[in-house]
């Protein structure tokens, strides 16, 4: 899927050749995650752990101006020496460029604070950088002038930390730590207001693989909602069938949550299927059938239940079964019969 994204975005004169050297260069398992979110929301904390955590390779505002050699840093650097804004461009090409290294194509990356406005995602995008979840941390604004005015960094690891909230043990830390510049209330005030106005668009752009989180709780459950969401895989736009089994023991609520799923995503329900099938004779003659079914041979039981599973609705819908298999040799016969499910 990946490919096929970068494909349409490049437009290759070589479709062949170009799939050939992104299946060498490119690795599809390795994360490419988003970290967005108003100043004092956390970015910074999230987008580390998860660097430890996934030893990903994170990208930051600060890492590509002050720790990385790149063509373009040297010109960001002047626009910053000169208190410039820099560009929304030059933003994008320093990301693309230190994007394409080979330890954030093998180990993948953690983008934290990028993209802040439109322009910058659509400039992503164009480049052919594309993650597959993006995370948003939200608090309220009185709640983040909070924090912000007792943030503290340590400069040698980039951690971040808290007066009142997030106070490191270690007295070797605690002294080497700083008060971050523009950390008035004013400015504070300033910058939120601009992410406010800047974020609807970006949400726009990326709500298909988009999860907010609330930042206004204990860091330990931020960063478990975080790493539960980055660990999902996105359903596929490619065309899908369920197939779903039910198992469990009998008054465990197989039956009632096959309904839910069939009243909910319009597949077939085996055992109602059968109710329909037999609605036209009278109840007696349905539950002689019922009956003689839980007592009929396996290969019989197969025999019908493949020719169910086969018919046209169950192949275009997809169907949901429950009560069978009950042992090991039906599940056996399952796989036999091709009736898989996924």
Known sequence: QNMLEELLIHKPDDPIQYMINHLKQNNDDAPRICVLGPSASGKTTVAMWLCKHLDAIRVSRETLLFKEILALTKEAKAYKERKQKIPNTLWANLIQERLSNVDCIKQGWILEGFPENQEQAWMLQSSGIIPRH??????????????????????????????????????LVQRRLVKPEDLSEQEMSKKLLEYHRNFPEVFQIYQKILKSINADQPSMDVLSQVLTYVQTRHRSAAPFTPRILFC???????????????????????????????????????????????VFPDNLV???????LNALDCMTNGWVLYGFPRDIEQGEQLQKSHIIPN
């Open 302 to 308: 197969m025999k019908i239940l493949a020719e169910r």
């Open 248 to 294: 469990g023991p009998p008054g465990s609520g197989k039956s009632l949550q096959a309904a839910l799923i069939t009243q909910k995503y319009g597949v077939v329900n085996s055992k109602f299927s059968v109710n329909m099938h037999f609605a036209q004779f009278p109840l007696s003659l349905f539950l002689i059938v019922y009956l003689l079914l839980s």
């Open 134 to 171: 993006v995370v948003v941390l939200y608090a309220p604004d009185t709640v983040l002038i909070e924090r912000n005015s007792g943030k503290r960094l340590d400069p040698f690891t980039e951690e971040v930390y808290h007066t009142t909230f997030d106070w490191p043990s270690d007295p």
